[in-house]
């Protein structure tokens, strides 16, 4: 296993970090446990939740995820120190989840507390803002003016940005975060941050986890640019595009118990006409060179510049051990070439 520095941190993290969000829905605590296990034993040692999770959120599940790894800690008491655990306060979105607040400086106490409570743990290495309060052009809404930056009110913006910096700022002098991090954030929301943290005298954010893949890489070069330049980790997730990297819904195939015939929050925005066509080349590409489509995907995103360690998610072992062998390959030259070809062809394809 390769490592990186997280950001500003002072930590280095596997350049897998492991997803959780299928715990509690499509995975058991047993398999969790044993995702885990074989996961440590590759020398993995981050791993990425989110009080929202497992996916597809409900009120009934909610928290359930944080509880599967809290559970697994406290068997495994001696591991803690090993880890670095990541996760995640929601914005609004969610009736059932303080109200529907947006994350404020009070409600970051009061999320953090009952993640902690869940995780059985007495601190959270990174914690993170699972999407910025205002609208932001994620999660299928980054087509023109969908989302319109002219009518957001940036002053009313900042001050709920500075109090969340002050937020933070009392949960790392409490101890109970070590670091804290972005997630579905934009260059703007970057850099207002750390300008704030300047002005506030807290410590910046380590990390960012936006989506990023063979199907949808907005992200480059200017926010991984902003990353790099500014010693923020970038942590891509859904490197297989929800699964459809995988080559399993081509053809409008849909696995029992794959994710695509569960609920879909915003629908299956990624199932279109040329993301289909992407997909068939790349599985094609996969082929000619010997490795399966998912590790394509995978390998590829792990040696983008910038990219400190890729979020990757499995129901079974067998996509396990799959994706995790995939961080052993270097593509050759060759490949990576057929790639760009099919990212000139569909660069935006859903």
Partial sequence: MKY???GNSGLSVSRVCLGSMTWGVQNTQADADQQIGYALDKGVNFIDTAEMYPVPPSEATHGDTERVIGNWLSRNESQRE???????IAGPGFPYVRDNSMISGDSIQVALDDS???????????????????TSPHFGKHWLNQVKASTQDVAAEKDRMRDIVLGLGKA???GKIKHWGLSDDTPWGIHTYLQLCNELNVARPVSIQNEF????????????????????????????????????????????GSRWTM???????????????????????????????SQLALAWCDQVDGVSSTIIGATTMAQLEE???????ELPEQCLHEIDEILRDYPIPF
């Avoid at 090993?82 to 995640?88: D, G, H, M, P, R």
């Avoid at 893949?213 to 929800?242: M, Q, R, T």
């Fill in 82 to 88: 090993k880890l670095v655990i990541a996760s995640k």
């Fill in 323 to 329: 994706n995790i062998a995939a961080f052993e390959l």
């Fill in 213 to 256: 893949n063979l199907l949808h890489v907005k992200d480059w070069p200017y926010l991984i640019e902003s990353c790099v330049f500014e010693d923020i980790a970038y942590l891509p997730w859904s490197p297989l595009s929800g699964g459809m990297l995988s080559g399993k819904y081509l053809g409008g195939a849909r696995p029992a």
């Fill in 263 to 293: 609920e879909q929050r915003q629908g299956l925005f990624r199932n279109t006409e040329n993301a289909e066509k992407a997909v068939a080349a790349y599985c094609d590409v996969a082929k000619r060179h010997g490795i399966t489509p």
């Fill in 172 to 174: 790392l002098s409490s």
């Fill in 116 to 134: 902690l409570a869940r995780l059985q743990s007495d601190y959270i290495d990174v914690y993170q803002l699972h999407w910025p309060n205002r």
């Fill in 4 to 6: 990186s520095p997280l």
